[in-house]
Each structure stands twice: as structure tokens, then as C-alpha cells.
């Protein structure tokens, strides 16, 4: 990057910083003498996936590496206060404490468990500023309202004295980052503030972050495993790879023209938009140095697929379906307010075919998803999976029609059991529904769907948090295929997944689906990637369908108002 770290320019200079951790193997360095400066009032994006070392790089800055398993190794890292370097790690305890919030603050990467949920929002942002400023705590209460209104929250009077399950994941991040702000900082690190929201909450956050740099006049260090989101908002960015930098410098450069092959795959992993591969480009191809070449889908073959598809009859069908919730009772128990999270929605789907099912947090469709599957009753209307009506069986016939209906969970470390190893968890199905007759079948049985979505043998007796994120998302997939299912529901099933996982388990997926025939609904908050997924497209708002056609034809020509915003929110990059 232009220029030298000591010119009056510059708020920040990492140079030479390495971290590493102890463990009972040894030590394992998570960064290794990376080096790069913050211009004032700039953005400058750290990218790369989990594990790349970015937030452990935040984490630093902030003085917050855990101790004593953790340490900064070697490096400085250099605050600039008119032209004089002040080196952070030089700093002791109390006087790094005084800074935390006040001159350097963090929004963590999840607001949900960087919240205290025993505490109101209102007095978790009331505490920093109380912490940082000499002012009475009706003044802190004035200051964090002002600061609730600041960052877009509805009822900010009523969100002062919400907890934080009360509120959606926006609402929560926008908590976040009021509480960041509140003592305004003249450096603020966003460490994933955007990831598992709907686009267009995205949008907004990354707007709102915009607005409120200008206003406080901040310099902004916003990391992600996203160069799409990283080109909405930042000036400079930094590749990281394995804890090293592997690339940085101006955005538009690293975006039309990436040297690095680490980076190049970075950019080829997204689903474009304006085609539609057969197989998505995965990181390791690049990194690798094969050959990638592309292949695509032409409208013909599609159109072609697509008539063998809706020739036949539909293998589900809902018709007129209702799921309602009771959000509040009174004293004795009477309803007092429903939330229609379903409301009389009529819909097909055909054997073969991926029904993309889209929507921001909140519209129903993970509620309709699980009504179709009957994890939930429905309110009203019927189900009909082929020629039986689930919506009229009883438990008995139920529990068997589980082994055609099968569906993958949004959080796959929630839907593992803990005290399961991998091998158990996919195993245990077979056992329910009495499959392959004896366990070292079963077990047989086990290892081949391992291979079969890219895990090794040797997995079979690793816990959940023995794998990482994606590891976990292909044994889920595993666990789902076990008992040889018809119909798979994927419920956000790659939200939270690094855009080159997210890759690959798309691609196991619709491998999957070529191999055995699958049908899929696939419900996801992201338009580009149910573009990529589906064959026909619903567009769900507020419990209610706003659109449905063919995916290309939805996306390409939006009938709604609330498709098209869905499109327009959509990160485009370096235009």
C-alpha cells in the first residue's frame, strides 16, 4: 500500500505480528508476521476464510488474545496520535482497559453470544458508557436512546428494556454496533458483523456502518469471509490464507485483477448470476494450480430437464396451509395475539426438481418447510406426499413416512448430539427405522456415506467439535441420506458457511441430487444462491407467497416489488 506508516495520514501500523497458541501438541501459530496500515477516516477489509487468522488479527489489535494458552509472539502495533507512534502492546492492563471502547472498539462476530442474554440491551450499552465517561446514569440512559434512533432501531425506548432473545439477529447487530460506538472510538473493528443476516439487512448494517464512519469520523477495519461484501464498503483490502497475508492493496485492483490464486478462488466461489455452472469453482482447484475451465448449463438443456420434470404429477403438494403462532396469552391462559408465520399458502413440488424457497428472517419459510415435513402442525390446510395426506396421519404412520421426508437443520452443531460421535449420529437412523438389519451393516453403510460427501473413515469416531463447520453441514447431509429419503427440505443449510464451503457442500448437493434423484426444497435468505440451486423459485413475505416461476425468469424479471429489492441487495461488487 502507497505511502509510509509514520505520515500524519495513517491511524494504525501492523507490522511484523505473529500470535500463536499452545496446545498438547505443541504450539500452533494461528498469524505469522503479517504487516499492513490503516489510512485515517478509510475502510480497509481483512477477507479469508475461518481459520485464516482475521479475527485472531482484531483480536490482537484489541489486546484480547486469551491467556496464557495464547500469545502475541513478535510484532508491533502502532496507534498514530498526531504523528507520534504509541505501540499498543507497550501499553499495561489498566491503561489498555481505557482504551478498549473509547479509542479502539470491536463489533464481535456474533451478537448473540456477545450479548449477555441474563441482562437488557439497554443497560449492556449503558454500562460502556458509564465505564468510559464521567456522566450521571440518566444521562447514559438519553445517550444510549439517541444511539438506538442512530443506528435504525425500531422502538427504542421499548428495546432499551428488551433482552436480547426478544429481538431478531438485525436488531441484535444493530445493538452491537450502537454499543460500539456509544463512546465514540476513533478506530471500530466489525469482525463479521454481516454473516447469517438476510441481504437485505446486510445491506442496511453495511449502509449504516457507512453513514455512521462520516459522522464520528472513524477509521474502519471490517473483516469477512465475503470479497463481495468486502468490495461494498471497504477502500483497501488484505487477503489472509493459513495466518499469512497473501495479497492487498486498492479494492478495485484485488477485484479485477487478483494475482494470487487464494484470491482468484475467493472471487470464483460466489454463484454468478448471469450464468449458471454446472459445478461451482471451489478454492482448492486454484490453490492447487489446476486447470479450471468453465462449464455451463445451456438454456436448452434446461428447458429440456425442466419439461421431463413437469410432465408428471407433483410428488408434494400443499394446499391453502396455515401455521400460526401464539405470541401472547393472557392470565389464564386465553390467546391474545397470533403471528401468522404461514398464511394460506398454496404450492407444488415436482420428483426430480429443487424448489428454491427465499425470503428474509422472519417471512415463514423455514415455518412452512417444517409444516410440509409435519415437525410442526399446521393450523389449517393439507399436505398431500404423493397420494397420502401427512396432514392425516397418525404418529405410527408418521414415523415411517420419515424415512421417505428427510431435512437438514440451518445449525448443524445444534442438530448434532454432542455425546454422538459422527459415525453414531449417521448410524442411528438406520436403527430407528430398522434398516440393513444388523449394526456392522450399518456401519458398512456408514463408511460409504462418509466417502460419499467427502469425509474420511477415520471420522467415524470424532465427536461434533472435532469438525469444523462444513465438516459438520456433510455429516447432517449424511445423517439425511441414511435412510435413502425421496424428499430433502435444506433449511438454510449453508447461511453460515465461508463462501468456498458454502461452494463445495453446493456442489455435494447437487451431486447428490444427479446421483439418486433427490427432491429438494431448498430454503435459504440468499437470492444468489437459490438462483444457483433451484429449478423454480418462491419468493416468501410475511408468512405469504409474493412470486413463484421458473428461477431464471424470477430473477431475471421480477413481478414484485419485493423481489426486486431482494435482487438489488444483493453484494454485485466492483461495478
Known amino acids: 500500500m502507497p505511502g509510509t506508516p509514520t505520515e500524519n495520514n495513517y491511524h494504525l501500523s501492523i507490522s511484523g505480528l505473529s500470535v500463536e497458541f499452545r496446545h498438547e501438541g505443541g504450539v500452533f501459530k494461528a498469524v505469522r508476521d503479517i504487516s499492513f496500515s490503516l489510512k485515517k477516516g478509510s475502510t480497509l477489509g481483512i477477507v479469508g476464510e475461518s481459520g485464516s487468522g482475521k479475527s485472531i488479527t482484531s483480536l490482537a489489535i484489541m489486546r484480547l488474545i486469551p491467556h496464557p494458552q495464547g500469545r502475541i509472539s513478535q510484532g508491533k502495533i502502532d496507534f498514530f496520535e498526531n504523528g507520534k507512534a504509541i505501540n499498543i502492546l507497550d501499553l499495561k492492563e489498566p491503561e489498555m482497559r481505557s482504551w478498549r471502547g473509547k479509542r479502539i472498539s470491536m463489533i464481535f462476530q456474533e451478537p448473540m453470544?456477545?450479548?449477555?442474554?441474563?441482562?437488557?440491551?439497554?443497560?449492556?450499552?449503558?454500562?460502556?458508557?458509564?465505564?468510559h465517561e464521567k456522566v450521571s446514569k440518566k444521562i447514559a440512559r438519553e445517550r444510549t436512546i439517541q444511539l438506538f434512533n442512530e443506528v435504525q432501531l425500531p422502538r427504542p425506548a421499548e428495546i432499551f428494556k428488551s433482552y436480547p432473545h426478544q429481538l431478531s439477529g438485525g436488531q441484535k447487530q444493530r445493538v452491537m454496533i450502537a454499543m460500539a460506538i456509544a463512546c465514540n472510538p476513533e478506530?471500530?473493528?466489525?469482525?463479521?458483523?454481516?454473516?447469517?443476516?438476510?441481504?437485505?439487512?446486510?445491506?442496511?448494517?453495511?449502509?449504516?456502518?457507512?453513514?455512521?464512519?462520516?459522522?464520528?469520523?472513524?477509521?474502519?477495519?471490517?473483516?469477512?469471509?465475503?470479497?463481495?461484501?468486502?468490495?461494498?464498503?471497504?477502500?483497501e483490502v488484505v487477503v489472509m490464507y493459513k495466518g499469512e497475508i497473501v495479497e492487498k492493496g486498492n479494492i478495485k485492483e484485488i477485484f479485477t485483477n487478483p494475482?494470487?490464486?487464494?484470491?482468484?478462488?475467493?472471487?470464483?466461489?460466489r454463484p454468478p448470476l448471469d450464468r449458471r455452472?454446472?459445478?461451482?469453482?471451489?478454492?482448492?482447484?486454484?490453490?492447487?494450480?489446476?486447470a479450471v475451465t468453465g462449464d455451463f448449463i445451456s438454456n436448452a438443456e434446461r428447458a429440456e430437464q425442466h419439461r421431463k420434470y413437469y410432465?408428471?404429477?407433483?410428488?408434494?403438494?400443499?394446499?391453502?396451509?396455515?401455521?400460526?403462532?401464539?405470541?401472547?396469552?393472557?392470565?389464564?391462559?386465553?390467546?391474545?395475539?397470533?403471528v401468522k408465520a404461514v398464511d394460506d399458502v398454496s404450492l407444488e413440488v415436482y420428483a426430480g426438481e429443487t424448489l428454491g424457497l427465499v425470503g428474509e428472517s422472519g417471512c415463514g419459510k423455514t415455518t412452512l418447510g417444517r409444516t410440509l415435513l409435519r415437525l410442526k402442525d399446521p393450523t389449517s390446510g393439507k399436505v398431500f406426499y404423493g397420494e397420502r395426506e401427512l396432514t392425516r396421519l397418525n404418529s405410527g404412520e408418521l414415523r415411517k413416512m420419515r424415512k421417505k421426508i428427510q431435512i437438514i437443520f440451518q445449525d448443524p452443531y445444534s442438530s448434532l448430539n454432542p455425546r454422538l460421535t459422527a459415525g453414531l449420529a449417521i448410524l442411528e437412523p438406520m436403527q430407528v427405522h430398522g434398516l440393513h438389519g444388523t449394526d456392522k451393516i450399518r456401519k458398512s453403510k456408514t463408511?460409504?456415506?462418509?466417502?460419499?460427501?467427502?469425509?474420511?473413515?477415520?471420522?467415524?469416531?470424532?465427536?461434533?467439535?472435532?469438525?469444523?463447520?462444513?465438516?459438520?453441514?456433510?455429516?447432517?447431509?449424511?445423517?439425511?441420506?441414511?435412510?435413502?429419503?425421496?424428499?430433502?427440505?435444506c433449511d438454510e443449510s449453508v447461511s453460515a458457511l465461508d463462501v468456498s464451503v458454502q461452494?463445495?457442500?453446493?456442489?455435494?448437493?447437487?451431486?447428490?441430487?444427479?446421483?439418486?434423484?433427490?427432491?429438494?426444497?431448498f430454503i435459504s435468505h440468499d437470492l444468489s444462491v437459490v438462483k444457483f440451486m433451484s429449478d423454480?423459485?418462491?419468493?416468501?413475505?410475511?408468512?405469504?407467497?409474493?412470486?413463484?416461476?421458473?428461477?431464471?425468469?424470477?430473477?431475471g424479471k421480477p413481478q414484485s416489488e419485493y423481489t426486486r429489492m431482494l435482487i438489488d441487495a444483493i453484494p454485485k461488487g466492483i461495478q
Open 536 to 555: 423454480r423459485m418462491l419468493v416468501m413475505r410475511n408468512g405469504r407467497v409474493q412470486e413463484t416461476g421458473e428461477a431464471d425468469q424470477v430473477y
Open 311 to 338: 410432465s408428471k404429477a407433483p410428488l408434494l403438494k400443499a394446499e391453502n396451509l396455515s401455521s400460526h403462532f401464539i405470541s401472547k396469552r393472557s392470565f389464564l391462559g386465553k390467546p391474545l395475539e397470533v
Open 259 to 269: 494475482k494470487h490464486p487464494y484470491t482468484q478462488g475467493l472471487l470464483a466461489c
Open 187 to 235: 478506530i471500530l473493528i466489525a469482525d463479521e458483523p454481516t454473516t447469517a443476516l438476510d441481504v437485505t439487512v446486510q445491506k442496511t448494517i453495511l449502509q449504516l456502518l457507512k453513514s455512521l464512519q462520516l459522522k464520528y469520523n472513524m477509521s474502519l477495519i471490517f473483516i469477512s469471509h465475503d470479497l463481495g461484501v468486502i468490495a461494498e464498503i471497504a477502500d
Open 447 to 489: 463408511l460409504e456415506l462418509l466417502k460419499k460427501v467427502g469425509l474420511e473413515e477415520s471420522h467415524f469416531y470424532r465427536y461434533p467439535h472435532e469438525f469444523s463447520g462444513g465438516q459438520r453441514q456433510r455429516i447432517c447431509i449424511a445423517r439425511a441420506l441414511a435412510v435413502d429419503p425421496e424428499f430433502i427440505v
Open 503 to 521: 461452494a463445495q457442500v453446493l456442489n455435494l448437493l447437487n451431486d447428490l441430487k444427479s446421483e439418486y434423484g433427490f427432491t429438494y426444497i
Open 113 to 131: 453470544t456477545s450479548l449477555n442474554p441474563a441482562y437488557r440491551c439497554g443497560g449492556q450499552v449503558m454500562e460502556n458508557i458509564l465505564q
Open 277 to 290: 455452472p454446472r459445478k461451482l469453482s471451489v478454492i482448492a482447484d486454484y490453490v492447487s494450480g489446476k
